[in-house]
């Protein structure tokens, strides 16, 4: 079965091997078997679907929550002579027909649709009638509840273990806490599926973080280093999108908009402008998140905070698909605090999902103030150890001198596991002031020997002690009510073994605690600009050769309206300038290539090389 999934992988896509875990989920599911896949963005989740989706006899109906994103991988399988369709609203009748004659008939081994389609019962009569071989569900943190994308439609597909029993189903998702994955697991009724969990560490990101001062000047000094890349800017309102688009273009920019305001076909229309050209910048609001398959954003930039963690991990994991170094910026202020929390507070969801999603604005609070190293403390989110010091985030290129929260953090942890459950944010910061409030008398903590332990620190400190707490993964959302903190396994460990904790604040001054001996360094070490493409190490020769192909893949791109990298992707490009392969056997050996694109670009390929292309009688 290996060499099945590697044959299968080299023909369609050309490459010599999988990449992580992807060969373990690919032959898992193609023996039917459940799977439950955690990899993050650009890790390369599609292939652990579509590989055995082709292996597997019937059909692979893929659930996909995005237009855009269904369009984008059936354009991709199409451009490699694999038969996939999409069913969506924007197919008239007759076309949504003719799709359907083509998956009963077995002319398809790939059909997208989104769960309110899947779920219709016209649709789910279809479905019963075709032969599948296998269900996909993309972007399946979707279905929690607790989630950052919750879409209620995605918690019915339960309907697919209760229909096709015997159908192999995949769930995939590249950001998803404990909670959030067990809500899934659940929902999906995967409880003996496997999990597959690679590292959600993405290396090649920097990333640093700005107070706030100006949002749109500091943009503009962002971006003036990085004028031939391509990027995206999120803002929290649909207003605030459209005036920093206008701005960049009155600055010489090239910037589009993106936001669930705008018509159909004109958010359809820039995200395809988005996808086929470079040097871009797109404005956008969450709207623009999920399956933006662009390999070549070089840069994620936040000017208002995101609502969480999980939002925030996904949204700049739109940066460096391609493994190449990129950038997420982010500048926050106390102004971005004061509207998420009036933007949740006042809200359509439940008081239960407020209490959540105020919590996890915290604990995103709690990394922006955070001095430790900014991988470390995202990966630790999704449960993953990292050892710190990783080179590529402010906080470890060079951090200003801070008043250390260690002792403070000690007596959090302390406090919250001696009040015990129902332990709210505010039930232990009022029993750490000393605050005898009615919540803090009605479970007595007023009696407690924590009660009024840190009256030394100001709310402002106690606040963002227990954000990096929460941020670091020493405190955690109780489940049992979610409104609730504990301390978690990791918190616990600090209070045995009195742990440093790497907590350091602005708001603790000398006077409320000792201070530790910090170094203080400078930001002089940032990258401020990054190289889309390495070229160093090719010969003038190659280099030529490379840009030859950069030029004729954009006008193969053009031609056909897809985006250039569905053509050729510049390692492959690259790959190809340097080997300079003479004959098609020679160039169906690069990464990359495939039966496919050697058959519809080869001779094409070798001609611009400058080399003889056989004459076939």
């Known amino acids: 079965m290996e060499q099945q999934a590697l044959d299968t992988l080299q023909k369609v896509w050309g490459y010599p091997a999988f990449r992580g875990q992807q060969l373990d989920i690919v032959c898992h599911l193609a023996a039917g078997q459940n799977a439950f896949v955690l990899m993050p963005t650009g890790g390369g989740k599609s292939l652990c679907y579509q ?17 855009a994103l269904m369009q984008d991988q059936v354009e991709a399988l199409v451009a490699r002579d694999v038969p996939a369709a999409l069913l969506n609203s924007t197919l008239s009748d007759e076309e949504a027909a003719a799709v359907e004659a083509q998956a009963l008939a077995g002319e398809l081994k790939f059909l997208y649709m989104a769960p309110e389609r899947l ?39 339960g309907v697919l273990a209760e229909r096709w029993p015997a159908v192999p189903r995949i769930a995939l998702t590249a950001s998803a806490d404990l909670m959030s994955r067990a809500d899934i697991v659940e929902t999906l009724q995967l409880e003996e599926a496997r999990l597959f969990l690679s590292s959600f560490d993405r290396t090649n990101i920097f990333y640093r973080i700005d107070p706030k001062t100006d949002g749109s000047k500091q943009l503009l000094g962002f971006v003036s280093t990085r004028r031939d890349q391509c990027g995206v800017v999120y803002a929290v309102s649909r207003r605030k999108v459209e005036e920093l688009a206008a701005l960049l273009n009155a600055n010489g920019y090239r910037a589009l908009i993106y936001h669930a ?40 930039a ?42 949740i507070s006042f809200g359509d969801s439940s008081p239960q999902r407020k209490r959540l999603e105020l919590s996890k604005l915290d604990a995103l609070l709690g ?24 080179g590529m985030c402010d906080n470890c290129l060079g951090t200003p001198a801070l008043f250390n929260g260690h002792v403070p953090g000690l007596m959090a942890l302390s406090a919250v596991h001696r009040i015990g459950f129902d332990c709210t944010h505010q039930v232990v910061l009022d029993v750490l002031r000393g ?19 840190g009256t030394a620190l100001n709310l402002r400190a106690w606040q963002s002690v227990l954000r990096q707490l929460m941020a670091l993964g020493y405190l955690e959302v109780d489940p049992r009510q979610v409104i609730a903190l504990r ?51 090719l010969s003038e020769d190659a280099r030529a050769r490379y840009e030859s192909l950069r030029v004729w893949r954009m006008q193969v791109a053009k031609a056909a309206d897809v985006p250039a990298y569905i053509v050729m992707q510049n390692a492959t490009a690259k790959a190809i300038a340097s080997q300079n392969p003479s004959d098609l056997d020679s160039l169906g050996l ?17 001609r611009l090389l400058g080399h003889e292309v056989p004459t076939v009688n």
Not at 304 to 321: C, F, H, I, V
Request: glycine share 8%; net charge neutral; with cysteine.
């Open 119 to 157: 779920l219709g019962r016209k649709t789910l009569e279809f479905l019963s009638r075709c032969s599948i071989g296998l269900f996909a569900v993309d972007e399946a943190h979707c279905v929690s509840q607790w989630g950052h994308d919750f879409r209620p439609e995605y918690r019915q597909l």
């Open 261 to 300: 305001g705008l018509p159909d076909d004109v958010r359809a229309e820039n995200q395809r402008v988005f996808l086929r050209e470079n040097a871009l910048i797109m404005c956008a609001t969450i709207a623009f998140g999920m399956g933006i398959d662009k390999p070549n954003v070089r840069y994620v």
């Open 51 to 67: 590989v055995p989706g082709l292996m597997r006899d019937g059909l692979c109906v893929v659930i996909s929550p995005l237009v």
């Open 435 to 453: 605050v005898r409030s009615d919540a803090v008398r009605l479970r007595e903590a007023d009696q407690l020997s924590v009660f009024g332990i």
């Open 590 to 606: 690069i990464p990359g290539m495939g039966k496919a694109r050697l058959e519809k670009y080869g001779a094409d390929i070798l």
């Open 302 to 343: 936040h000017v208002d905070l995101p609502k969480s963690m999980e939002g925030y991990y996904q949204e700049t994991g739109r940066a460096g698909r391609d493994g190449e170094p990129s950038i997420a910026w982010l500048c926050y202020g106390a102004g971005d605090r004061i509207r998420l929390r009036q933007m």
């Open 367 to 390: 990394y922006c103030e955070s001095r430790t190293c900014r991988h470390q403390t995202l990966v630790g989110w999704f449960d993953e150890d990292h050892a710190g010091s990783c």
């Open 487 to 537: 301390v978690s396994a990791k918190g616990y460990s600090a209070l045995r073994t009195r742990a440093m904790l790497p907590i350091f604040s602005p708001f603790i001054s000398p006077s409320m605690t000792r201070r530790l001996p910090m170094q203080p360094t400078t930001e002089t070490n940032v990258p401020k600009t990054y190289q889309p493409v390495d070229l160093s190490d």
